[in-house]
C-alpha cells in the first residue's frame, strides 16, 4: 500500500520522510526516502523506494533499479484479489 504519507510493503511500515523526481527516458523517476519498522518496534531502518509510472496502469517499484518489479492497478469495477 503507498500513499502520500505512508508505504506498508516487505521493509514493514513506513512513515514517508520526502520525495524526489528526476527526469527519465519515459518519464519522472520518483524516489521515497522512508523510515520503516519492521517487526520489531525499537528497530527503525531509513529505506529507499524507486517508483518508476509505466504504462496503462503499470508501475515499477523496488530499493533499487535492479530489483524493480512490475505492478498493474485493478481496475476500479473490480475488487482486489
Known sequence: MLSAT?????????????????????GAIYS???????????AKTIANLIIRPGNDGQISLGPTFESLVAHRRCPAAEPPK
Open 32 to 42: 521515497a526516502r522512508m523510515h520503516c519498522s519492521g517487526s520489531q518496534p525499537e
Open 6 to 26: 505512508s508505504y506498508a510493503g516487505p521493509a514493514g511500515s513506513c512513515v514517508i520522510d520526502y520525495v524526489m523526481e528526476v527526469p527519465g527516458r519515459g
